[in-house]
């Protein structure tokens, strides 16, 4: 059974980080990408950062560039998500994601991360 989780989230000031964490399991987790996505109250749900399997390049929306980092250990089968100088716009559920051979998408049930002014 395919399962993300996420991990990492929760209170913080403006200007603050927190490093959120997807471990991985029921897959060959070293095949595929991870992606993070956020969902923010009201809004839809969008891509944050991506890392790829192989070579290990990154995506990073416009949004969170320069302050996000993603990383991931594949002996851990664990995706982290480095957030820095974080703003109360960067507040939402965060969701990590996998896309099966398949095309199907898995989903965590996210963290929850809230930047307060």
């Known amino acids: 059974e395919v399962q993300l989780v996420e991990s990492g989230g929760g209170l913080v000031q403006a200007g603050g980080s927190l490093r959120l964490s997807c471990a991985a399991s029921g897959f060959t987790f070293d095949d595929y990408a991870i992606g993070w996505f956020r969902q923010a109250p009201g809004k839809e749900r969008e891509g944050v950062s991506c890392i790829s399997s192989d070579d290990g390049s990154t995506y990073y929306a416009d949004s969170v560039k320069g302050r996000f980092t993603i990383s991931r250990e594949n002996a851990e089968k664990t995706v982290y998500l480095q957030m820095n100088s974080l703003t109360p716009e960067d507040t939402a559920v965060y969701y990590c994601?996998?896309?099966?051979?398949?095309?199907?998408?898995?989903w965590g049930k996210g963290t929850l991360v809230t930047v307060s002014s």
């Open positions: 994601n996998y896309r099966g051979w398949s095309g199907m998408d898995y």
